[in-house]
């Protein structure tokens, strides 16, 4: 069929666009993904008319989809006390062989498969704890980027949650050089709007991929509700599961969960403290120049 010109381009209600894009996600999440020009066709868009909607909506490019929902299926395979072997999670998550499987393992679950399937055995993770402006603030990572940021007001609590989060990884205290990683993190605390430019290594199920994704793209200063993130990611139902996704996610302030509220603006519930939310919200506000209780008024 020929590619649909720009300027005929049905102007879709985002309900429709929503809708469009959910369809898509189901086709990406069968066993043998549609590739890019395949998948436009059967909405009736040009390829770079479906990339850029589907971009908008989930934050995330279709092809990083289609990886980001096999990166689910492996995870999920792989837990540990599943039964499945590595070679049933191999051809159960789609692939044909197993020299992709094994090149694409490391991005998608942070360290062999082997070693996930046995809850992160022989995989090192450095860690710090210090103290901020909210508290104690806890920093670890993996050969491949920040893995797990904590705040809280115990720091032998926050060492117990990331023992939880990895119980078979060797977990070692940093030496002078993640020191500065540490401290980077502590200045994202402070000035949130600088954004972290350090890599984050998280793994997660494809639909909370996509709500990471977009909370990434919130500027600082800025707040959505849980149904406009819903909508932005092409579920605009799910706003119970973006919130769920929120509460799920490993770094504070890198992942800026704390920007999403209830619909009339007030806060609820974080992980780290309602508190901690309120104070990181008031600060984005004033850094960025708003008028706090004009763009906040939720929290007074």
């Known amino acids: 069929m020929s590619a649909i010109r720009p300027a005929t381009v049905p102007s879709a209600a985002a309900s429709d666009t929503a809708a469009l894009v959910a369809r898509c996600c189901r086709w990406l999440e069968g066993e043998v993904p549609p590739a890019l020009p395949a998948l436009a066709q059967r909405v009736g868009l040009s390829p770079w008319q479906l990339h850029r909607l589907f971009k908008q909506a989930t934050g995330l490019t279709p092809k990083a989809y289609a990886k980001a929902y096999r990166t689910q299926a492996v995870q999920a395979a792989l837990q540990p006390g599943q039964s499945s072997s590595v070679t049933d999670a191999l051809y159960g998550s789609g692939y044909a062989a197993s020299s992709s499987f094994y090149k694409d393992a490391p991005r998608m679950l942070g360290m062999a498969p082997g070693a996930f399937r046995a809850g992160g055995a022989r995989q090192t993770i450095r860690f710090a704890v210090g103290e901020c402006s909210l508290g104690s603030l806890l920093v670890a990572a993996t050969e491949r980027g920040v893995c797990c940021v904590q705040l809280g007001n115990d720091a032998e609590a926050l060492v117990r949650v990331l023992q939880d989060r990895f119980p078979q990884a060797e977990l070692v205290g940093g030496d002078a050089a993640f020191e500065a990683t540490m401290a980077r993190v502590a200045a994202l605390v402070e000035r949130p709007a600088q954004g972290l430019d350090l890599p984050l290594d998280v793994q997660g199920t494809a639909f909370q991929q996509r709500v990471w994704q977009a909370l ?85």
Not at 220 to 241: F, H, K, M, N, W
Not at 274 to 298: F, I, N, S, Y
């Open 216 to 300: 990434r793209a919130i500027p600082a200063g800025d707040t959505v509700s849980y149904t406009e993130l819903a909508r932005r990611i092409g579920q605009p139902t799910a706003s119970r599961a973006v919130a769920g996704a929120c509460a799920a996610n490993p770094v504070a302030v890198a992942i800026p969960c704390h920007r999403v509220v209830r619909n009339d603006g007030s806060i609820s519930g974080y992980r780290w403290g309602v508190e901690r939310k309120r104070a990181l919200l008031l600060r984005e506000a004033a850094q960025a120049g708003h008028d706090v209780r004009v763009a906040l008024p939720g929290l007074f």
